[in-house]
């Protein structure tokens, strides 16, 4: 992005490529042996144009890939004085003018509208790297004067990437709330002045929007996490130009440090042949790791001034960007299984099958006799409930212990089995007492029931 353009020592040309021509002074021979004209390939290039479209252009793809759960990093570098605040956060001045934050946080929202077939959760982060301390923007409780607290570490984790442990994660439900959080770690930040730039923010800044979006389907136990980061770097300044001293001077010499260790880890990303990428000098490359060369999304806006005075600047960032444009990053949706949510779909599972096994019970009794349907009772349990049923029956026992009616029928299903056999073996008797006694005429009488 180029803030200004001055006299004809910059020039784009659309889409995507810079042109740079320094006018040679006839005055400095030394300098007429150093080339004039540089060309920079990028993958686009924004002059005069609002701050909707920069977004558009820069912004909107990362926070749509977030809300798909894949993490994203905007980053504002450049040379300080060159609009890196304005481009991240914008100007306070007028709505229009807000930068690229305020509208990520306006897009999350009104996705998050539209996209009812999801339920999310988004919690903001503001972190601060001054003098290579970690600061939480948005530690002290709203109103307090309490210093922002310290002591927050980067830390690693398998499947979770990189994070800071210590830093408050503030959950908000609406624009409004997000915004308001935004204007009270704005609030708390360093900044300085300096010959180049009246506000200028001394430290590096992250911006950190965490979305976790589940699928309002009960029986989906995944769900989908993001990190959106938007940094606003702190600007890279040659001492002298900016005049600084005291204060200034040790903050300067802290930004440049974790700046050129910024470069290196990048040298070293863009040089397939590097195996080792030293991502731990500095607490900025550390806590940008993933952004840098792993799992994100990651777009580099390169902050120029197209002014003759800043060429040297000018020529380094525009260097930085080509060669952070041939580092590869591998961003890969971030998906979760909920343990919770695994048990209670297994519970569900359980009674689901034992629903269906009382269905099956009850279609096939429906379908066979009821004696097929129970296991049948024993010899041994026969004989004690008919044993019962006849000390009842002869007056000797008051009550019968019978499990069941279906134990009851089946008992009596037995006796009466046994009492036609009873009835066939008389019927038997009878007709061989007849055949004795039908020669001797003698009557014998067999009352069967
Ligand atoms: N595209 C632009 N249009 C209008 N004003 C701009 C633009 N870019 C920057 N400015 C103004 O220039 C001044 C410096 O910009 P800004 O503070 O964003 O620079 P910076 O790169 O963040 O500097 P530093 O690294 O020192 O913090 C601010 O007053 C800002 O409003």
């Given at each position: 992005e180029v803030k200004k353009k001055k006299k004809n020592s910059f020039k784009s040309v659309w889409p995507s490529t810079v042109n740079i021509h320094n006018?040679?002074?006839?005055?400095?021979?030394?300098?007429?042996?150093?080339?004039?004209?540089?060309?920079?390939?990028?993958?686009?290039?924004?002059?005069?144009?609002?701050?909707?479209?920069?977004?558009?252009?820069?912004?909107?793809?990362?926070?749509?890939?977030?809300l798909e759960g894949y993490n994203g990093t905007v980053m504002c570098f450049g040379q300080t004085g060159a609009g890196k605040t304005y481009t991240m956060t914008g100007s306070t001045e007028s709505y229009k003018q807000r930068g690229i934050i305020p509208r990520a946080l306006q897009e999350v929202f009104q996705q998050v509208e539209k996209r009812c077939e999801y339920t999310f959760s988004v919690h903001l982060s503001y972190l601060e790297i001054y003098n290579?301390?970690?600061?939480?923007?948005?530690?002290?409780?709203?109103?307090s004067s309490d210093p922002p607290a310290r002591g927050m570490v980067v830390?690693?984790?398998?499947?979770?990437?990189?994070?800071?442990?210590?830093?408050?994660?503030?959950?908000?439900?609406?624009?409004?709330?997000?915004?308001?959080?935004?204007?009270?770690?704005?609030?708390?930040?360093?900044?300085?002045?300096?010959?180049?730039?009246?506000?200028s923010s001394r430290s590096h800044c992250i911006f950190t929007v965490h979305i976790e979006s589940r699928s309002r389907t009960l029986s989906d136990a995944k769900y989908v996490t993001s990190k959106l980061n938007l940094v606003d770097l702190a600007g890279s300044e040659r001492l002298g130009k900016t005049g600084s001293a005291g204060q200034g001077l040790k903050e300067a010499m802290y930004i440049n440090k974790s700046l050129s260790f910024l470069e290196q880890a990048i040298l070293a990303l863009a040089d397939r042949r590097r195996d080792h990428v030293p991502f731990r000098q500095t607490k900025l490359t550390y806590a940008l790791k993933d952004a840098l060369g792993g799992n994100c999304n990651t777009v580099l806006v390169a902050n120029i001034y197209g002014e003759a005075a800043q060429i040297e600047e000018t020529l380094s960032t525009l260097r930085f960007g080509s060669r952070m444009k041939r580092v590869q990053t591998h961003p890969t949706v971030n998906e979760h299984i909920d343990p919770a949510q695994i048990k209670k779909l297994e519970k569900e599972v359980q009674m689901l099958k034992e629903e269906l096994s009382i269905y099956h019970g009850l279609v096939s009794r429906q379908a066979v006799r009821p004696s097929n349907v129970y296991e049948p009772l024993s010899d041994a349990q026969v004989a004690e409930i008919q044993s019962q049923v006849r000390r009842y029956l002869n007056g000797t026992s008051k009550e019968i212990s019978i499990i069941s009616i279906r134990q009851l029928q089946e008992v009596f299903a037995q006796f009466k089995l046994q009492a036609a056999k009873v009835k066939a073996q008389l019927c038997q008797t009878y007709n061989l007492v007849e055949k004795k006694q039908n020669a001797r005429s003698a009557g014998v009488k067999v009352i069967m029931e």
């Open positions: 006018r040679k002074d006839p005055r400095n021979l030394a300098l007429n042996n150093q080339p004039s004209s540089w060309s920079f390939q990028l993958d686009g290039v924004l002059h005069h144009v609002s701050q909707e479209e920069v977004y558009a252009r820069v912004g909107r793809r990362a926070v749509l890939g977030a290579e301390t970690l600061v939480d923007l948005l530690s002290s409780p709203r109103g830390m690693e984790e398998p499947g979770r990437g990189v994070f800071i442990r210590g830093l408050t994660l503030h959950p908000v439900h609406s624009e409004g709330e997000a915004l308001n959080l935004l204007f009270e770690g704005e609030m708390n930040r360093i900044i300085g002045a300096h010959a180049l730039n009246k506000n």
